[in-house]
């Protein structure tokens, strides 16, 4: 069965320092990989996300993630945080195979930027 | 362009009463419509999934039922609302097909208090 690992639940940082938050998949087959943010108050919004081809995909706002196959994980980095960047984020995988079309979600990660 | 309206917002109900949330997708044919529930600390729990009019994929044995009676209206619903259904419901769709490659994009969610 699918599932999805983020390691950390709460991370607080100060502002410029970088970031990585971890994410690890279960799953046998082809996925695509997403990470999404939600700000306070506001809905979830796609920051970025994998598909095919280069493991390295740009998101929005400054933010990076990096498919590494053979360890399932997917993580995401940002060299040098902002306070606006404080936010939820949730990692997530959809199995391709056999006709699946579920998506599945970590359980978060809160990260506080503090100026 | 696509949009997902998603209704009530707010929703105060007493404990035993029935439930109903509406879910409806703009601007595209059979879409995958899922619901979610975030709780804090658990992240996003995958309830129910629907490929098609009439398909309806459930993930968790719970007191809740969905129903897909239209191509872009899903609809969330409980006979008797235990305490334990509070939370946060989001409601998202992705286009249609099982090839992946598409993100899915959520609703603005409703606050479901159980009283």
């Known amino acids: 069965a699918q599932s999805v690992s983020q390691h950390n639940h709460h991370v607080i940082l100060s502002e410029a320092a970088s970031l990585e938050l971890g994410c690890n998949y279960s799953?046998?087959?082809?996925?695509?990989l997403f990470w999404y943010v939600q700000y306070p108050g506001q809905h979830l919004q796609l920051l970025l996300k994998?598909?095919?081809?280069?493991?390295l995909v740009k998101g929005i706002k400054g933010f990076e993630a990096e498919f590494i196959k053979s360890k399932f994980s997917f993580n995401l980095r940002k060299p040098s945080v902002q306070w606006s960047d404080t936010a939820e984020y949730f990692c997530a995988v959809r199995g391709l195979s056999g006709g699946y079309n579920k998506l599945i979600f970590g359980a978060g990660t809160r990260l506080a930027v503090h100026p | 362009s696509q949009t997902i309206h998603q209704w009530p917002a707010t929703l105060v109900q007493p404990v035993g009463s029935p439930l109903s949330l509406e879910c409806t997708v703009e601007g595209t044919s059979n879409p995958n419509l899922y619901w979610y529930r975030q709780a804090a600390g658990r992240g996003l729990q995958l309830l129910f999934y629907?490929?098609?009019?009439?398909?309806i994929s459930s993930e968790v044995p719970q007191n809740l039922s969905a129903s897909r009676p239209q191509d872009r209206q899903f609809i969330l619903s409980s006979k008797k609302l235990l305490l334990s259904d509070s939370g946060f419901y989001l409601c998202a769709w992705s286009p249609p097909g099982t090839t992946g490659n598409t993100e899915a994009f959520f609703g603005q969610g409703t606050r479901l208090t159980v009283v």
């Open positions: 799953y046998g087959g082809t996925v695509n």
């Open positions: 994998y598909f095919s081809g280069d493991p």
């Open positions: 629907s490929v098609g009019i009439g398909q």
